[in-house]
């Protein structure tokens, strides 16, 4: 198990970065800001708030247009919101890995 991957973090202000983190609850709970949610993509998958909506946080408008280019098929007026934090998927171990080439090609 890597103790260390790379994500794709994305801001509401549209601001995206690739980001070296610790693979564990409480990083991913900070970077989104509160208890997560897990979407899973065609290339890995992504975390966001799961009470977005009931705390108001702000669209994504970017992250939303990347999830659903990477395989996201939300139900109608569905949308992302908060920061959200993209990562890939280690299949064999069933944990997270380095957010894939197919999401930053995106």
Not at 17 to 26: A, F, G, M, P, S
Not at 78 to 103: C, H, M, R, S, W
Request: glycine share 10%.
């Amino acid at each position: 198990m890597k103790e260390i991957v790379k994500a794709l973090v994305i801001s509401v202000d549209g601001r995206a970065e690739v980001k070296t983190i610790k693979q564990d609850l409480d990083t991913l709970q900070d970077l989104v800001h509160g208890n997560l949610e897990f979407v899973s993509l065609d290339y890995g998958h992504l975390y966001c708030n799961e009470d977005g909506y009931a705390l108001g946080l702000s669209p994504n408008a970017k992250a939303d247009a990347l999830a659903k280019l990477a395989g996201w098929f939300p139900i109608p007026g569905d949308y992302l919101k908060g920061t959200i934090v993209f990562l890939g998927t280690d299949y064999a171990e069933g944990n997270e890995d380095d957010v894939p080439d197919q999401i930053l090609e995106l």
